[in-house]
């Protein structure tokens, strides 16, 4: 790359922040909804539709136009989506989970994402929300804004990718199977629809005060008979009694040594011959992969944002850890980029693996 292009390419990263929020306040402000319903309007018509001024509206207007999301007609001064108005409102919908998430969860946090990639804490957290202990995961339930956003969005990932990760994962019939840091059961209904056999049974296993709400989705699902509870924390002790372990989105909140705790214990509360399925989001092995967008986001996020420490590894790495903790990995597969709507970020791999010792 030659000194030019790498200015150019650092020149990218300084007008990403206001690219993202130009964007974001479009939608916000209620100006692509205004041209979808009625195309063809003025900057002054936008803004007596949205509460704005006609000078903002055009202001804002401008990246769009540039990107070819919104066009303007230059005889008439009226605009119309482009690009927009070829992306059903579903899968915009989508996009928009994502950019409130990081909106809400990320931006102002990052502000201190060098202090907390220097002390290892939340510095962000404590600054907005006054969250001196515990991590994101924690404040989501003292503060609305944090877990509609986050909450919203996780569920939907959750639904997303669980079809995918239950299609590639063997679980056999009658097995008694552990949703590991499984939240609110979600991931434990998922699983029970998914592989429903005679004498099926899954435990959600989660700090104590997740359980009321845990046992009310249970219900809610008409699967209370065959999905359970376990409160605990699973760096103490994690529950025996299970043939499967199930581990989704967890992993890649540590680091090294945590996940080798981890790991350590789910080895340690299975028999010999117990499976494994861990679900993450991974690196490619090679990181100029311009496919993967993982490294673009979760280093900060997590490091800024949510746990002070952890992120993605390779699907390599994760293999390697496996290994190291007891385990014969059985498959590593990660989910085709292509497969994934091009709007979403995480690239997820599924690892299963044996206990062998």
């Not at 319903?37 to 540039?66: H, S």
């Not at 969860?105 to 990052?110: K, S």
């Not at 997590?302 to 390599?316: D, E, H, N």
Request: net charge negative; proline share 4%.
């Amino acid at each position: 790359m030659t000194q030019g292009a790498t200015l150019a390419r650092i020149r990218d990263y300084m007008v990403g922040p206001t690219r993202f929020m130009t964007l974001l306040s479009c939608f916000e402000l209620g100006i692509i909804d205004a041209l979808r319903d009625k195309p063809g309007m003025t900057a002054a018509d936008l803004g007596d539709a949205v509460g704005t001024k006609a000078d903002a509206v055009e202001q804002l207007l401008f990246l769009l136009i540039k990107e070819g999301f919104v066009a303007r007609d230059e005889a008439s001064g009226t605009y119309t989506l482009d690009a927009l108005g070829e992306v059903p409102e579903r899968d915009l919908k989508r996009a928009l989970t994502y950019m409130n998430m990081i909106k809400v969860v990320a931006l102002r946090q990052l502000f201190h994402l060098t202090e907390s990639a220097r002390t290892g804490t939340l510095v962000g957290l404590k600054e907005f929300y006054g969250v001196t202990e515990g991590t994101m995961y924690d404040a989501v339930a003292e503060h609305k804004d944090l877990r509609e956003s986050w909450g919203t969005l996780m569920d939907n990932v959750t639904a997303n990718i669980d079809p995918w990760f239950f299609g590639n994962v063997d679980i056999a019939a009658g097995a008694q199977v552990l949703d590991l840091a499984g939240n609110t059961g979600l991931g434990a209904i998922h699983a029970y629809e998914a592989k429903a056999s005679p004498g099926l049974r899954v435990t959600t296993f989660d700090l104590p005060e997740k359980e009321e709400e845990a046992l009310e989705n249970f219900r809610a699902h008409g699967v209370a008979d065959h999905c359970s509870f376990i409160g605990g924390n699973v760096f103490e002790e994690i529950p025996q009694g299970f043939d499967v372990v199930l581990i989704k989105h967890f992993l890649d909140m540590f680091d090294k040594d945590d996940v080798v705790r981890i790991l350590t214990g789910v080895n340690r509360s299975l028999p010999v011959g117990g499976q494994v399925n861990v679900l993450v989001p991974v690196y490619p092995e090679n990181l100029k992969d311009t496919d993967n967008y993982n490294v673009d986001f979760f280093p900060a996020f997590f490091i800024g944002c949510t746990m002070g420490q952890g992120g993605p590894q390779k699907l390599s790495v994760y293999r390697s850890w496996l290994e190291e903790c007891g385990f014969t990995v059985t498959k590593a597969v990660t989910k085709d980029a292509a497969e994934l709507p091009k709007d979403v970020i995480p690239v997820p791999a599924l690892l299963c693996a044996t206990k062998v010792r």
